[in-house]
């Protein structure tokens, strides 16, 4: 029998998600993807979520070592609806997002609504 | 008497806590090389006669954040005083063999590299602390670019003004359009910091956006 080779891929629902706290949700991914996992998160992270998990990536780079991730979101959608308006801090609506590790994963062309990437199995 | 003074001090404090006007801390953001230092450059020398800092092809030139207090602009009989902040270029991933490509040794280009993520890490704490941003885009490449799709989320998050550059249009393949149609919501301003083309046109929207 031949092993199958390749990489791990978790698609992560809105809802598991959204049963963390901020800090929470910036460790699982960092965890996750420093173990060579690459996860689509279906409703992505909030923008100062994505900032925040850029400042800790920051501070796990090693030479020769971890990276980096390769994030790709689409950009954020301004809720207009009556009920997004009147819940003021929930008026972004943030979109499927994609995070890898750098090394691996890598974007071939993004635009608004399509997200074109390369996985590599070669680290 | 000196209670009379001490008073006289500490209310003196008190009314200009109160009343005093704080200039608008506006800070420069975008991709390493997109021509954010270029930028500052330009306007520094423009309204102070000075320099913020160095430029380099390499990316991550600028390392750490530089603020500049009480820079005076005046455009259309009017002036606007900003501070602001040029910051180190953001990124998700950091490889230092990428410096040793541009022939730096190891050492350096590891040097180099931590730096450079003390700077990103340091540009993102910035952003909390802004009245608004000056998101500079290099023209010449695609925008959509995680960093640009954070900075403009973390900006309309927090319901602060954003003035989106076109930078390097002096080079043939710029194509600011792409840069409209993929953020049409922002106002965006095409020049070129380098050869100052269009500065005027900048500043104008510069004292609109954050004025």
Same mark, same amino acid.
């Given at each position: 029998?031949?092993?199958m ?16 706290s ?30 925040h998990?850029?400042?800790m990536?920051?501070?796990l780079? @090693? ?20 009920l ?6 929930n ?17 071939? !062309?993004?635009?608004?609504n399509m ?9 | ?6 008073? !006289? ?8 806590k109160?009343f005093? !006007?704080?200039? =608008? ?14 930028? =500052? ?6 309204? %102070? ?5 160095s430029?380099?092809?390499?990316a991550?030139e600028?390392?750490?954040?530089r603020?500049?207090?009480?820079? %005076?602009?005046? %455009? ?5 005083t ?22 730096m040794? @190891?050492?350096?280009? !590891? ?17 909390e ?12 490449e695609?925008?959509? %670019? ?29 194509s ?14 095409s ?6 083309k269009?500065?005027?046109?900048f500043y ?8």
């Amino acid at each position: 029998m031949i092993a199958m080779q390749g990489f791990q891929m978790d698609l992560v629902s809105e809802h598991r998600l959204s049963q963390m706290s901020p800090v929470e949700k910036v460790r699982f991914i960092i965890d996750e993807v420093k173990s060579g996992k690459i996860l689509v998160l279906e409703k992505g992270l909030s923008p100062e979520e994505e900032a925040h998990l850029i400042e800790m990536t920051m501070t796990l780079i @090693e030479p020769d070592g971890f990276s980096g991730i390769e994030m790709e979101s689409y950009p954020s959608e301004v809720d207009t609806s009556f009920l997004g308006k009147i819940l003021k801090k929930n008026a972004l609506k943030t979109r499927l997002t994609v995070i890898g590790p750098a090394d691996q994963l890598k974007t071939l !062309k993004k635009d608004r609504n399509m997200i074109s990437a390369l996985i590599s199995t070669n680290k | 008497m000196g209670v009379i003074t001490s008073f !006289k001090r500490n209310f003196s404090d008190l009314f200009k806590k109160l009343f005093k !006007k704080q200039n =608008a801390r506006i800070g420069i953001y975008g991709p390493p090389n997109a021509g954010k230092t270029t930028l =500052a450059n330009r306007i520094l020398r423009d309204w %102070t006669g000075d320099a913020m800092g160095s430029v380099s092809h390499v990316a991550h030139e600028t390392r750490r954040a530089r603020r500049r207090e009480g820079v %005076t602009i005046k %455009t259309n009989g009017s002036s606007i005083t900003l501070d602001i902040i040029d910051t180190p270029g953001l990124a998700t991933k950091i490889d230092f063999h990428e410096f040793m490509e541009q022939g730096m040794d @190891e050492a350096e280009s !590891k040097r180099r590299a931590k730096e450079a993520t003390e700077g990103v890490i340091e540009a993102v704490k910035w952003l909390e602390n802004l009245d608004g941003v000056i998101l500079v885009m290099d023209a010449t490449e695609d925008p959509f %670019t995680q960093v640009n799709v954070t900075v403009i989320g973390n900006m309309e998050a927090r319901s602060l003004p954003l003035l989106i550059v076109a930078n390097k249009v002096d080079l043939p393949e710029a194509s600011p359009s792409t840069i409209r149609d993929a953020f049409p919501q922002h106002p965006m301003v095409s020049i070129s910091a380098l050869e100052g083309k269009n500065v005027e046109t900048f500043y104008e929207e510069l004292a609109k956006r954050f004025g």
